[in-house]
């Protein structure tokens, strides 16, 4: 602490430096948190997919259906526990950037198969009993200002019309990671009312009897429907989410080459910064030396310098992006979940120290190495 | 008292024997210092003088501890140092030595007194045991009322004045001055010079100075001069008692 006065002298020295490379680093952690942000909205359903459950869709595309006599089917096969549907609307709510998810669901096993979501049984039994009830999650709610009770007029873009619904229920998840903008209707509505594609679901959701057998489960779906009119393609719903988020291309790779060239670059900027900082203090160091100061003090006092600015910007970068974060979703419904995760924020900080340390290391090594006697004749 | 001729006793505060340094500068071995002796005891005060490129300031270095010789021995206090590790080295350099350079070598972003303070950071002095002694020390350096200014807000003597604070603050066995008025104007290196004079009188320090200026080198008990890398111009190796 009696070293305190001497850092934060320092530190202040020249201001403007020390705020610009601040800036540097809130910047570049701003943009780290956003890429984190980003990939973790792309890759939610990867992180928090069941592990039991299996998704079947058409072999050929996601969009091509599925008969509903599947159910039956894939009930009677071994290591299937429970199967539900889906299909998906693709309705406009007053604008077409009022975008959040809809889907026809079944009623009867849509509740068992998601138990991470939240509904108070009052509100799931007026569902059920109102063929036109729908149910919106927390989230699409709150933004569209809908309470219990409300109709919702929906414009079909595939289903073509107009739809209204009764607003039945509100969802929530049990983690901070579920989606909560969903629209659920029933499946019989949907296909009581549209006039093509009478008996079709988009896809199944099952779960198997032991996780373990999910891949042998898959391949015996796969294999029973093979050759016929509507062969299926089988995946665990972490990998379907995988495959969902590689058609969008590879978010990882572009998050790795742009973080890490941001990061190379706030390296070189730390360095020079650290670098023209010890040499415009050489004279200072060399008397501080000649004071009685060690090298490893040198050396840590310059390292801890380093550190500080590195920290403070960092920091600065991660809170602001924080906040951004939590301001929510700014895309209007195709990332919902935009949220930074605290163990993001912490391997932040790490990052952010990481290259205050390689950016330091150098100047500081010179700072300590430096020859008393040298460097007071430069003064 | 102080001598050159190598017959001093061991008793002496400061004992230099065949002190060497070779500098290499161009391919070219330059023999700075040859076989110096010296011997000064607690309270001298001695001013070296000489030609630019004679040694001095390289005798100042090693007698602090800055640099190393290229062979002979000094020992000050009964601590041989020219063998001591460069962790020793520095330690002892604390303990041991006060530096008063010719341009003041304050740290400008730091007060008066918080540049007074930084020798006993490295002391287990509490806070308000330094306090206490970097008020003295600016005190008897005539700037008690300049604490919170910073080296920008001082003249050139109160910059040195600042410094010899710094230099006295730890109570050092000697204190080595590199010449210490050498950026100041008449009046003020007057001033500087009284100011040491009374360190040497009054507190009984012992000082050894570097400088070109004869009416400074007067102020000191005993004037060496440093001529092809040895001390001269002491008659029977002793000078002005």
Redesign the interface.
Known sequence: M??L??LI??L??KKLRTSLTIGSFAVALFLFGLLVIVRGAFSQGEEIAGADRLVVINKTSMIQPLPISYRDRLLRMDGIKQVTYQNWFGGVYQDPKNFFPQFAIDVADQRAMYPEFNISEDQWKAFVEDREGAIAGKSTAEKYGWKVGDRIPIKGTIYTGAWEFNLRGIYDGTRPADDTTQFWFHYDYLDERRTFGKGDVGWYVLRVTNPDLSVRVAKTIDSEFANSPFETKTDTEKEFAASFVKQMGNIEFLILTVGGVVFFTLLLVTGNTMAIAVRERI??LA?????????RFVLILVMVESLIVAFAGGGLGLLLAKLFSLRGDPTGGILPYFYLPPIWIVAGIGTALLVGTAGGILPAISAMRLR??DA?RR? | MVRVDGNGGAASLIHVRGLDKKYTRGGEEIHVLQGLNLDVDSGDFVAFMGPSGSGKTTLL?LL?G??VPSAGTITVAGDEITHMS??KL??W???HVG?I?Q?Y?L????TAF?NVE??L??TKLS?SE?KQHVETALQLVGLGDRMKHYPRQLSGGQEQRVAIA?AIVSDPTFLLCDEPTGDLDRKAADEIMDLVGRLVKEYGKTVLMVTHDPAVAQQAQVTLRLEKGSLVGAPEGAAKP
């Open positions: 009696k070293f006065p001497l002298a320092n202040f020295r004279g200072e008397v501080l030396k000649a004071l009685g100061f060690s090298n008393v006697v007071i003064v | 270095n602090g800055l640099d460069a962790s520095t330690g350099r604390a303990r530096f350079f341009m070598n740290i400008p972003v730091l918080q930084l020798p950071l490295l806070k330094r710094r």
